[in-house]
């Protein structure tokens, strides 16, 4: 029996990355229509093209290369006439935003979970090389914790943007990140650490009255979009469900009160306890599409918290607001959200990351008022095949239309071509030499979302 499911597990990988590449294969000519006339429109207009001197320019090291919000954050800075680097571990040497005109260089340096000492130094040789001035992590999950771990290091020679460790610590734990906004006086869901399975068997729900859902402490790629509410009807379904989880003391998960409401994400950019850059967002399960709301309730949650605990690094939120208005912390990213790439054409976001509110009552910057909400073409491609109706295919097209996607841009369009038809087949290329399948693909995160991946 395990030898038939081996080898169906293999055949399953085999189609599905042959498969991937096939269709990424078909459309490569329409990518290049779309490229390849920019490109040639760039190359006419660079003579004419005044480049922007900033006043203090820096050197910029920006983590994250193979997502785009690293991207993004490289062509802002750029824009403002700062020179920005891009960073990646080197399983994603492939990264395609290394091509983007706004990168002035690109880098690989060891995963730090394998090689924290070859880490370390790569990083140091880097910011010494390129005299770097700021270094701005765009963490990965697994990534902000290493990158505080580095932080005193690499403050000797420059400013890093990012939290201390114990902070990311705190932050990056479901559980932790609770208590410590329940103790600055804000609203939060019931939430219950769990390390034994039993925890849950034995509890009460009949007596508290409340629906609760669990997750993963430590990032789990594939579980996080598992919203099983419990308690669940049969016992005997509810103890074969919470068995199946991998909970435990070196494992913890939390039981959180679902809160029924509408879900949002946030991105701030902070110095110092003052918010600098902003904004709000409409959010879903598996989120690739971006565009600013006003929710002044979420707002002021974020900005008494930050002022609190009178931080400087970026932060993300998942909140839910129930019917009343009443809004609950889901949980918090110590990290840079995809949300940010809504600032694609705000002149202001390098100033927000480098300096400083002038006064108590300068306000952040947030996008634009008419700046076009972001999505990714090639999900948006994938979504046709699960359109049922004309109201869903007229929804589609009206997203299509009045939005613009985060990867492309007529004056950068190479990362366009290389994100899709460089960066992900070579990691399906490298999949299917393992056979090995993976869950989807993230355009936007530029990988393979797989179980236990990173």
């Known amino acids: 029996m395990a030898v038939i499911l081996f080898v169906q597990g293999r055949a399953y990988a ?55 919000k690293s991207l993004q954050l490289a062509r802002s800075f750029h824009a403002a006439g700062h020179k920005a680097f891009l960073l990646e571990t080197n ?28 880490y370390c130094q790569g990083l140091l040789e880097i910011v010494k090389k390129e005299n770097i001035d700021v270094f701005i992590p765009v963490s990965s999950p697994a990534g902000s914790y290493y990158e505080s771990l580095a932080k005193p290091l ?20 479901k559980f932790t990140f609770i208590e410590k906004a329940k103790s600055f006086g804000l609203s939060v869901p019931k939430s219950f650490l769990i390390t ?18 669990l997750k993963s402490i430590p990032y789990d790629s594939v579980r996080r979009l598992d919203m099983t509410k419990l308690p669940i009807d049969s016992q005997p379904a509810m103890e074969k469900f919470v068995n199946s989880l991998p909970i435990s003391e070196e ?24 918010i600098r850059l902003y904004c709000c967002c409409e959010s879903s399960e598996f989120q690739v599409n971006y565009d600013h709301v006003n929710n002044p309730q979420i707002y002021d949650w974020v900005e008494k918290f930050v002022r609190e605990l009178n931080i400087t690094g970026q932060i993300s939120f998942d909140f839910i607001q129930t019917e009343d208005g009443r809004v609950f912390p889901i ?85 366009f071509l290389m994100v899709h038809h460089w960066q992900i087949p070579l990691l399906l290329l490298g999949n299917l030499q393992k056979f090995k399948g993976w869950m989807r693909i993230d355009f936007n995160i530029g990988k393979l979302v797989e179980l236990g991946g990173d």
């Open 14 to 68: 085999l189609f599905q990355n042959l498969g991937t590449l096939a269709l990424l294969f078909i459309l490569l000519p329409f990518n290049l229509l779309k490229v390849i006339p920019a490109m040639i429109g760039n190359f006419i207009s660079l003579p004419f093209t005044q480049k922007v001197v900033a006043e203090n320019p820096k050197n910029i090291l920006i983590t994250g290369a193979k997502m785009t």
């Open 91 to 118: 399983k994603y040497w492939l990264s395609g935003n290394r091509f983007s005109n706004a990168v002035a260089g690109f880098y690989t340096v060891p995963n730090p979970q394998k090689d924290w000492d070859g």
């Open 154 to 173: 690499l403050s000797k020679y420059c400013e890093v943007l990012h939290f201390d460790a114990e902070i990311t610590q705190m932050l990056d734990n």
């Open 196 to 213: 034994n399975p039993e925890q849950i068997l034995n509890f009460d729900f009949a007596a508290d009255g409340s629906k609760y859902i």
């Open 251 to 274: 494992k913890p998960w939390i039981m959180q009160e679902f809160v029924k409401g509408k879900e949002y994400c946030t991105h701030s950019t902070v110095r110092k306890g003052k």
């Open 331 to 415: 949980e918090c990213n110590p990290r840079t959200h995809s949300a940010i790439t809504t600032f694609h054409d705000h002149p202001g976001v390098a100033d927000a990351y480098l300096k400083d509110s002038q006064n108590e009552n300068e306000t952040p910057i947030l996008p634009l008022p008419n700046s076009q909400p972001t999505y990714w073409t090639y999900h948006e491609l994938w979504r046709l095949t699960g359109i049922r109706s004309l109201e869903q295919f007229q929804a589609w097209i009206k997203r299509i239309n009045q939005g613009t996607d985060g990867i492309f841009q007529v004056n950068d369009p190479l990362p």
